[in-house]
Nanobody
């Protein structure tokens, strides 16, 4: 079992940058693949990025180039850095963990709101 707590959300102007953090409980953080998802108002949740246990990274095609996912196993934390933010990036961003890999995720955080103003 792992518990996830996101932080770093807030209001940012278009063109700005924002780094989200996700702190995980437990001693086996390094054994989990981690991911970020988002859900905009009225839309389904969508994949943003993932990082495997071996630190291979995967990005949503539409976001590639503006996004970096990283992890610090010593701090049990995964990060999501996004640059050149656009109003359409406004969403609740969720952190997720998977014991099996990056194809499906078993554990979810509560989410953190990111609002990008134009």
């Amino acid at each position: 079992q792992v518990q996830l707590v996101e932080s770093g959300g807030g209001l940012v102007q278009a063109g700005g940058s924002l780094r989200l953090s996700c702190a995980a409980s437990g001693r086996t953080f390094s054994s989990y693949a981690m991911g970020w998802f988002r859900q905009a108002p009225g839309k389904e949740r969508e994949f943003v990025a993932a990082i495997s246990r071996s630190e291979s990274t995967y990005y949503a095609g539409s976001l590639k180039g503006r996004l970096t996912i990283s992890r610090d196993n010593a701090k049990n934390t995964v990060y999501r850095q996004m640059n050149s933010l656009k109003p359409e990036d406004t969403a609740v961003y969720y952190c997720a963990a998977s014991a099996a890999g990056t194809d499906s995720f078993d554990y979810w955080g509560q989410g953190t709101q990111v609002t990008v103003s134009s």
